[in-house]
């Protein structure tokens, strides 16, 4: 075989070996609107939580909201930034829990929705966007959504719980 012919077949190999992965992960607003596009809420009970990379993903009994009941997939951002970024670890969100969220529906009429702010059976709304929660709590838009740990002007100081 020509040395030009085998790189060929490797690089085809490698392409189409790796574009099931360059496909599962995707920019956000490719499949939801944006800060800008009304939010709306959803309610139910966590069935079952994937915390791995490129989102964290809970999968929702939905019973109420503004969105259709049924099982639904609630995307996040990655592992690692829902914890360092927003305070909220693997631990906090279990199978049976009661989840209400605000947030967006897909683009795609399909049952997934991009999360905004979760409260997890019934604790405080919590922020999982940045720089648009934190202008839209500081104007009183959002509701009684409360920023992310460091998102408020306040971050916490060593020690403080």
Request: aromatic letters at 8%.
């Amino acid at each position: 075989m020509k040395p030009n012919r085998r790189w060929n077949i490797l690089l085809a190999a490698t392409v189409f070996g790796l574009a099931p992965l360059a496909y599962a992960h995707h920019a956000i607003t490719a499949e939801y609107p944006g800060s800008s596009s009304p939010t709306l809420e959803m309610i139910g009970e966590v069935t079952k939580v994937r915390w791995r990379a490129p989102h964290v993903e809970v999968y929702v009994k939905v019973t109420g909201g503004d969105v259709d009941a049924g099982n639904w997939v609630v995307n996040s951002h990655s592992p690692g930034l829902l914890a360092r970024t927003y305070g909220i670890m693997p631990d906090d969100v279990k199978v049976g829990d009661k989840v209400r969220f605000l947030g967006w529906k897909s683009r795609f009429n399909v049952p997934r929705f991009h999360m905004r702010a979760i409260s997890i059976n019934d604790g405080p709304m919590r922020s999982t966007l940045r720089p648009a929660d934190s202008r839209a709590i500081s104007d009183g838009t959002l509701g009684e959504v409360i920023p992310a740990p460091g998102l408020d002007s306040s971050p916490l100081q060593p020690g403080e719980e």
